[in-house]
Nanobody
C-alpha cells in the first residue's frame, strides 16, 4: 500500500516561507498525480495544489496563486510545495495525497479524487 510522508512544516512569521516535502517508500511517485491539501481547525479539508505525474501540469487554489509553487523531483521520489508570503490564514495541517495517473489530471484538486493520504504536517503562521 502506498504510504506518503509529509515533512517541512513548522512555525513561521507572516511573510515568511516554508517548503513542504512529500515522499514515499516502496512506490514510484511518478506513477501518480500528487496533490497538496490543507485543513484548518473547524474547517473542511481543501485542495491547495496538484501536479501531474510528469510535472507538466499544475493547478492552484485561488487563495495561494502567486505565492505557492508545486514541483516534483521524480528522481528523488519527492513532491514539494514551496510556500512564500505566508499569511496567518495559511495556518493548517497540510497533507499530500496521490491519485493514479491513468485516471487523468483533475481540473481542480478535490479531496474525493485522491485515495492515498499522508499523516499531515502542521504549518503555523503567527507573529
Amino acid at each position: 500500500q502506498l504510504q506518503l510522508v509529509e515533512s517541512g512544516g513548522g512555525l513561521v512569521q507572516p511573510g515568511g516561507s516554508l517548503r513542504l516535502s512529500c515522499s514515499a517508500s516502496g512506490f514510484r511517485l511518478d506513477y501518480f498525480v500528487i496533490g497538496w491539501f490543507r485543513q484548518a481547525p473547524g474547517k473542511e479539508r481543501e485542495g491547495v495544489s496538484c501536479i501531474s505525474n510528469s510535472g507538466g501540469s499544475t493547478n492552484y487554489a485561488d487563495s495561494v496563486k502567486g505565492r505557492f509553487t508545486i514541483s516534483r523531483d521524480n528522481a528523488k521520489n519527492t513532491v514539494y510545495l514551496q510556500m512564500n508570503s505566508l499569511k496567518p490564514e495559511d495556518t493548517a495541517v497540510y497533507y499530500c495525497a496521490a491519485r493514479p495517473s491513468y485516471r487523468g489530471f483533475p481540473s481542480t484538486c478535490s479531496v474525493t479524487d485522491f485515495s492515498s493520504w499522508g499523516q499531515g504536517t502542521q504549518v503555523t503562521v503567527s507573529s
